[in-house]
């Protein structure tokens, strides 16, 4: 599986890489419930919040598309009130402002974005009516780098004035916001915690990409990086943090993935009710090579939620045609997460 070309644009003294509500749920292994405690000036009240399982079962079985092997639906915690998944389906433009060659998000003018967006929403609900189908932008706040820079990180971080963009971009349309991180040499942690301010809005998400994640001090770009689960248990623990400290709705987490070796010891990954997890099979190429990725590493090595990137551009080279919604949703499971580049 390919992934978008590594390559660089110039800006001031830096080099940008262009790559590609509040309450408890119900345990779901051992079936009792955790409750918020309520107390009066003479009384004290317990009121349980959980969502409605048997309805969330059915949804994923249905997301599972009836997969007979065991692997979907996963088994994991049900989800805190208010999850987005499975409920709804997640149709992102994924993109960087400095640059139109990062994705779709920065190559159009707003407007012209946004209401490409708004027909994409439109073209998924119509090809499966039983998921809400809701426009998120997808934003590189931070980007890896092929000059070390000042910290000798690899990696260089967008300013906050420009995530502020994006989420005013996203009212009118009542999208979501994701951040994606690309470490270079830095970590998951260091990265995600200095978010932390945007990730307690109630409307923002995450992102983390092991492309580019250089354990051994290459240069980001010159070999395919990966996270092991302790990286992506890291992410995990810092958005459960955030929506329990916050009262918050469950957080998503995308994870870009288009090689088995980009993400190591899968099984490992902690599966909890304030972050719901989705695998994106990243990368692009001709529909046969993207289905057989598709079988290699996301279905066969379950997490809890699947994505699929699409390509403008990359999936419409040669004989090559991009995936449509009505194919897809064919997919066992059914991607949950769709990202346009």
């Known amino acids: 599986m390919k992934k978008s070309a590594i390559a660089f644009i110039t800006l001031p003294l830096l080099l940008l890489n262009i790559s590609c509500e509040k309450g408890k749920a119900a345990d779901a292994v051992n ?20 969502i409605d399982t ?24 049900y989800p805190l009130p208010g999850a987005l998944l499975p409920y709804n389906r997640i149709i992102a433009y994924y993109g960087n402002l400095y640059s139109t060659r990062m994705g779709i998000l920065g190559e159009l003018p707003r407007k012209e974005m946004l209401a490409k967006l708004q027909g994409e929403v439109a073209k998924w ?7 809400k ?19 000798n990180m690899h990696r260089m971080r967008m300013p906050f004035k420009q995530i502020d963009t994006i989420i005013s971009w996203a009212k009118p349309i009542n999208a979501l916001v994701f951040l994606d991180v690309q470490v270079g ?22 992102g983390i990409d092991p492309e580019f994640s250089m354990k051994n001090g290459e240069r980001p770009g010159s070999k395919i990086g990966h996270f092991n689960a302790e990286d992506i ?3 995990i623990d810092i958005l459960a943090n955030i929506v329990r400290k916050n009262k918050l709705t469950p957080k998503v987490l995308v994870i870009h993935r288009f090689t088995q070796g980009m993400v190591k010891n899968y099984k490992a990954i902690k599966t909890v009710p304030e ?12 529909k046969i090579l993207k289905k057989s990725t598709y079988l290699s590493y996301i279905y ?42």
């Not at 048997?54 to 915690?77: C, E, H, Q, Y």
């Not at 699947?306 to 040669?318: A, I, Q, R, S």
């Open 31 to 50: 079936g009792t419930e955790k409750s918020d405690t309520v107390k009066t000036d003479t009384t004290e009240k317990t009121t349980t919040l959980t």
């Open 54 to 77: 048997v309805d969330f079962n059915k949804r994923m079985i249905a997301l599972s598309n009836n997969d007979t092997t065991g692997r979907w639906p996963v088994k994991a915690p």
């Open 125 to 131: 609900q119509a090809a499966d009516s039983t998921v």
């Open 133 to 151: 189908a809701i426009p998120a932008l997808h934003y590189i706040a931070v980007t890896a780098q092929g000059a070390p820079g000042k910290n």
């Open 185 to 206: 040499h830095s970590t998951v942690k260091a990265e995600v915690e200095q978010l932390e301010q945007y990730l307690a809005l109630p409307n923002v998400h995450l």
């Open 233 to 235: 248990n890291d992410a």
């Open 275 to 286: 972050v719901q997890i989705v695998m994106d099979m990243d990368g692009f190429g001709s």
């Open 300 to 341: 066969r090595e379950p997490v809890q939620f699947t994505g699929f990137k699409l390509f403008y551009k990359n999936d419409n080279k040669k004989d090559w045609k991009m995936y449509s919604p009505e194919e897809l949703v064919k997919f066992t499971p059914k991607p949950i997460y769709i990202q346009y580049q």
